[in-house]
């Protein structure tokens, strides 16, 4: 992945729900020229070859932001510390892999450590993977980035989304999988790029049904981010019935109310930011 000083690009290595088989679960790369944060891990093994499509070198990868326990977001964390670890044998892996999260995320990651994996690789995780329990609003400083995580107040589990500032001062901000809380305005006014779930279009909420499962459609998006001020709009963490139009139609109905621009991008899509 080449890219010019100061520039930062994000690729999607997923855009979908827990549930999809046309795509890969939500799961995001960040990059700039001296930085590098992966952004949860999918549901399984289907990370690394993910990575290995988009040229994401795992010896390069020293910085993992995870955001909730659900197993899309969560299960490919134990393949990814398997081929960090792998590195690390070879001699190609210097440094440390820093994983951040909340409490019972970096828990799981301990058990699963414990449980499956050999005596020799858990040796070699013990020096190479160092686990940072991190609160709302305490504010990480990333090699070039700076990244605050907010609790987004999630029903079912304790999520963190984040604002990101970037090399060049522009701000990202992720709202995680659920649907916008108005106690997170603070954190999500005037984003550069606001990424949100839309779980389907609200013209087939009937066929979907977001609501019921805590979650929104590309309409709700495009008022919640016309409300927020956001520049930009990235939609992800949708259904895959249809991936061959879901761009333009998840775009048009966003529209309906955001008038900035509007990204629903395909997996392996790369965004300069």
Not at 62 to 68: A, D, M, R
Request: charge should be negative.
């Amino acid at each position: 992945m080449t890219v010019t000083k100061l520039q930062t690009t994000l690729t999607m290595l997923g855009t979908g729900h827990a549930l999809v088989t046309e795509c890969f679960n939500t799961c995001f790369f960040i990059h700039s020229d001296k930085s590098q944060l992966l952004i949860d891990t999918g549901g399984g093994n289907y990370l690394l070859h993910q990575l290995k499509a988009a040229n994401i070198d795992v010896a390069g990868i020293h910085h993992l932001f995870i955001t909730h326990a659900h197993t899309d977001h969560l299960l490919g964390a134990p393949w990814l510390l398997r081929a960090v670890s792998g590195q690390v044998k070879k001699g190609r892996y210097e440094g440390k892999l820093n994983i951040y999260s909340h409490a019972k995320v970096l828990r799981l990651l301990h058990v699963f450590i414990d449980e499956l994996f050999s005596k020799k690789d858990k040796a070699v995780m013990a020096q190479c993977l160092n686990f940072i329990e991190v609160q709302p609003e305490q504010e990480l400083a990333i090699e070039q980035f700076r990244l605050t995580p907010f609790d987004i107040l999630s029903t079912k589990e304790l999520q963190y989304g984040f604002r990101l500032e970037l090399p060049d001062n522009k701000i990202l901000v992720c709202l995680g999988d659920e649907p916008f809380n108005e106690h997170c305005r603070n954190d999500a006014m005037n984003a550069d790029l606001l990424l949100s779930e839309a779980y389907c279009l609200k013209a087939e909420a009937d066929k979907f049904k977001p609501y019921e499962k805590n979650h929104s459609t590309a309409f709700d998006a495009g008022v919640m981010a016309a409300g927020l001020k956001a520049k930009a709009l990235l939609l992800y963490h949708t259904e895959d019935s249809d991936l061959a139009h879901r761009a333009g139609r998840y775009s048009a109905e966003a529209a309906e109310n955001f008038k900035g621009q509007i990204f629903v991008p395909r997996d392996l899509d790369t965004i300069t930011l």
